[in-house]
Every structure is written in C-alpha cells, then in structure tokens.
Nanobody
Framework: VQLQASGGGLVQAGGSLRLSCVAS????????MAWFRQVPGKERDFVAA????????HYADSVEGRFTISRDNAKNTVYLQMNSLEPEDTAVYYC???????????????WGQGTQVTVSS
C-alpha cells in the first residue's frame, strides 16, 4: 500500500492543524493505521493508532486529549486532528499502515513520506 501524507505547516502554540494520509494500492480497510513523529537525532515516536474499522483508538500520553485520529474508509484516508499544539509537538509526522497495528514503529510495514509540523512559541 502507498501512503501520501499532507497537511503539515507552521502554526503558533495553541493553534491547530489537521494531517491527512491517503492510501492507495490495496484495500485500505484491511489495515490498522497510525501516526508517528520524529525529530532529528531521535527515534520515531508513536502518536496515535486506529483499528481497521475505526472502533478503537490509542494515543501516546503526550497527546491524549489534544489529538484525535480518525479514518474514512470510503475515502481511503486517515486523519490526525491536532489541537492545542505545543512547541514540543514540532516534528516530521509519518503515517503508517499494518494489518495488525500497535504502538511500536517496527510493527508497521508501510510508511508515508512524512509531513513537517512546526509549532512556534
């Protein structure tokens, strides 16, 4: 499956952004989806995940209550709504797909190209 992420940008602290990730090539609803983020020199960190049906979600503690992951299987798209952004949220954000899912990056077989999110203080 091919993944194309978009929606990143520059925003002030307290602002909002919505990331999108469009999948193609295979049946989107066969895959759990997740968002990860990475800053230079650090490991790729889990942000949020959603089951293939969208009935269950899971978040990193650092974003719980501020970020919301959702999906639209009819549009082959997963979203990450990010509210109350903080400078610490600055990173490259990646979407990922896997038939099983989870919160560890090495579970995921397919990755998007990443989209930069920069939060200014």
């Amino acid at each position: 499956v091919q993944l194309q992420a978009s929606g990143g940008g520059l925003v002030q602290a307290g602002g909002s952004l919505r990331l999108s990730c469009v999948a193609s090539g295979r049946t989107f609803s066969d895959y759990a989806m997740a968002w990860f983020r990475q800053v230079p020199g650090k490991e790729r960190d889990f942000v949020a995940a959603i089951t293939w049906s969208g009935d269950r979600t899971h978040y990193a503690d650092s974003v719980e209550g501020r970020f919301t992951i959702s999906r639209d299987n009819a549009k082959n798209t997963v979203y990450l709504q990010m509210n109350s952004l903080e400078p610490e949220d600055t990173a490259v954000y990646y979407c990922a797909a896997d038939t099983s899912g989870g919160s560890e990056w090495y579970f995921y077989d397919y990755w998007g190209q990443g989209t930069q999110v920069t939060v200014s203080s």
